[in-house]
């Protein structure tokens, strides 16, 4: 049987795995940081009108620029934006995949602080630019003087920060993401994915964008949304790098039909983001209560947790399973994440911590 290793593979792909988490059919799913809440009915049908009045002309191609959906996005986020300001694509890994091959490649670097999202590391290595992973303080925070020293020490060509961090939940102070725009003579991309659910007074830094040409908040659909099989992610930034990422996107790469479901999705957002204040408050129990039986908890402003187990994550990832509730390993020894779900999901998932963690 062939293998990948017996094929003319790029040697720097060799021996790695795919991203991912393991897709089981248990009773309580929390490991993908999902909205557990299915779409409501009015939302259901908006996006069947919208898809159904695309069919007869999906003999065309769609309309490559995506105006329409990038106009319904600039509303959504305000702050003065406009189309010019906003572009689309197949989640928001694509946005930061077309981010590293308009400014990364071969011969330049990207810059992350861990433990944070995955895919970072891994788009970068597919677009051929070289990463450095930084590590944050101990407790997941950023200092402004600790992230101006590791730009300071590697010149990066772009800086990649999480706000919220994914897998920790933590948001960062506008105080770091200055000091970032002032050292960094590249690009900051600043994740946030998970924007929607942080705690009051968090602010997004979507206000930093003014002045700043080489700053770029990316954004999906896929969480507070509950728009995950819709696959849709954004950016924005200044048009300058709204022009540059259009030099290296694919032709049509968002089909009419992904198009017409988000923009119906996004003139429905009222009734999708309705579910988000039920979520942040099964964040915030979660949160509570393992903290209350003596267990150590990240602060978080997402939709999902980040605890200490207390030993080998490995065998506390397992002894929830068996318990029917999957929760997910982000290989960070001696911590597991889990995703605020239903109340129900939430009592599920603390009372097999009751037991495991004890």
């Known amino acids: ?96 995949q077309q981010l590293l091959q308009a400014f990364g490649g071969p011969g330049r670097s990207a810059l992350g602080f861990g433990p944070s999202y995955s895919m970072h590391p891994l788009l970068a290595q597919g677009t051929g630019t070289r990463w450095i992973g930084a590590l944050r303080d101990p407790d997941f925070g950023l200092s402004p003087e600790a992230a101006v020293a590791e730009i300071e020490k590697h010149d990066p060509d772009l800086v990649f920060v999480c706000s919220p961090n994914n897998p920790t939940g933590t948001a960062l102070d506008p105080s770091v993401i200055d000091a970032i725009l002032a050292t960094a003579r590249g690009m900051v991309i600043v994740d946030e994915a998970y924007t929607e659910f942080a705690r009051p007074g968090t602010p997004s830094a979507l206000t930093l964008l003014p002045g700043h040409p080489r700053l770029v908040v990316s954004r999906t659909m896929s969480k507070a949304f509950g728009f995950a099989g819709g696959r849709l992610g954004y950016l924005a930034a200044d048009p300058a790098v709204v022009d540059a990422v259009q ?27 309705a579910t988000v204040e039920a979520i942040k408050v099964q964040r915030d129990r979660i949160v509570a209560t393992l903290r209350e039986r003596g267990t150590r908890v990240a602060d978080s402003d997402a939709n999902f947790v980040l605890f200490e187990t207390g030993g080998d994550q490995k065998v506390a990832w397992q002894a929830f399973l068996d318990r029917g509730v999957l929760i997910r390993d982000v290989g960070l020894a001696g911590w597991l994440r889990v995703t605020a779900g239903t109340e129900s999901e939430t009592t599920a998932f603390l009372t097999a911590a009751e037991e495991i963690l004890s």
């Open 247 to 273: 030099l290296v996107r694919l032709p049509y790469h968002l089909s009419a039909i992904s198009q017409a479901a988000a923009r119906a999705a996004v003139v429905q957002r009222d009734s999708l983001l």
């Open 1 to 96: 049987m062939t293998t990948i290793d017996d094929l003319p593979i790029r040697d720097d792909l060799r021996g790695k795995s795919p991203y991912g988490a393991p897709q089981l059919d248990v009773a309580v799913r929390l490991n993908t940081n999902e909205n557990s809440y299915s779409v409501p009915d009015d939302v259901v049908e908006a996006i069947g009108k919208a898809v159904q009045a695309e069919l007869r002309d999906l003999n065309r191609y769609p309309d490559r620029d995506a105006i329409a959906l990038r106009t319904e996005l600039a509303g959504y986020l305000g702050h003065g934006l406009t189309t010019a300001n906003v572009w689309a694509a197949n989640g928001s890994n694509e946005v930061q």
